[in-house]
């Protein structure tokens, strides 16, 4: 990757940033506990009983465990690919990127934490 910020890049970036962080985290499928405060990974066991963080918002858990690591690699596939397609195939001069490749960017610049990720 060169050091230009192009949508390519970003994705690519992004996707990177991606297996970096699953690989990191506590391996999923993530669970809400009983009393939907607590976020339980099937990989940690601390006390005898798994959790990864406790005295949460039950929406965040909520959230947290539709984006857990298992979400990463099928993610940074699908930005990969946008980044290979967009090599590929170019912009259209007059319409600009498709609807997936600008789909795939604003989740990248999200990722990123670049500018122009909410706009």
Do not use: F
């Not at 910020?5 to 391996?27: C, F, Y």
């Not at 099937?42 to 963080?53: E, N, R």
Request: aromatic share 4%; glycine share 8%.
């Amino acid at each position: 990757m060169g050091d230009a910020k192009t949508p390519i890049n970003e994705m690519r970036e992004a996707s990177i940033k991606l297996r970096r962080a699953a690989a990191d985290a506590h391996g999923g499928p993530w669970a809400m506990s009983d009393v939907g405060i607590a976020l339980i990974a099937a990989d940690v066991q601390p006390y005898g009983a798994p959790c990864v963080a406790d005295r949460l918002h039950e929406g965040d858990v909520r959230w947290m465990i539709l984006v857990n690591p298992e979400l990463a690699e099928p993610l940074a596939s699908w930005l990969e690919s946008e980044a290979a397609a967009h090599e590929e195939l170019g912009v259209h001069p007059t319409l600009g990127p498709g609807r997936s490749a600008r789909a795939a960017l604003a989740v990248a610049r999200v990722i990123n934490n670049t500018e122009g990720a909410r706009s």
